[in-house]
């Protein structure tokens, strides 16, 4: 499914804003222009938010989310979609129609729920709602407490190890989504270990922990890499270890950001 050569991909974020820069539609935009995609964007919800933490959440309602990708398709064709923060049971519930509706090729789910400075970007009662979505993406991208939430076990009891973290990706793949990307950067240890799993297989995808506090978006702008990538190589696996490849760069040069006074964003 590659894009013709010397083509520019379009590609969309369904995702929440990040006034910040670092996190959300922010960090989707500037990850697909650093990646060479054309990026488009449907705002699911505003945040206020700084490096230091999200005060408020404002969400749109489910029907102008509709409204945004139904007039953007009936224009731009896309190659690929990327979905992330959805706040409330009710707009997942929406995106969830559209991508049955066939509206949002090659999904990429990034099941956002809690910030990494600790506040919900996703209520508790739209769970059940996500584990359905993830059953029309193409692939799932959980960090390991997202991971948990999604098997309905304790965020606390996280994997730990290739094991465990092979088991709890292949429960994953039973929510119907063919490929799981489970990443590992929330586990201890010098060395981060992602797994790309499918019902064909599994892919140990893995490299030194890049020391740095700079790691606000870290998830988004991975989910949004391969979103970028996926319509110029031949596989998801190509995409996922050139998104990751890029992760890494970008996780290195967050130093040269002064961004407020919390974790700084990535370089992207
Ligand atoms: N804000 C928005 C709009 C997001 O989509 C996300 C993560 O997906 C975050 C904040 C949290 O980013 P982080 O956990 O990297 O701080």
Redesign the pocket.
Known sequence: MSTEPGRVPNVLSV????PSG????Q?DLKTFGALGAHGCAVLT?L?A?STQG?TGVHAVPPRFIREQVETLVADVTLAAVKV??LGSADVVRAVHELAQEGLLPNLVL?P?M????G?R?LDEDAVEELRALASHADLITPNLPEAAVLLGRDPQDMAEGPAQMMDEARALLDLGCPRVLLKGGHASGEHVLDLLVDTLGAHELGGPRVATPH??????SLSSAITALRPRRDSWLEAVTDARSWLVGALEHGHELSVGQG?GPVHH
């Open positions: 995702a929440g804003s990040d670092g996190a959300g539609i960090a919800a945040t938010q999200v992330g923060m990034d956002v809690v910030s990494t400075a506040s970007l790691t606000h978006g870290t998830g988004c974790p």
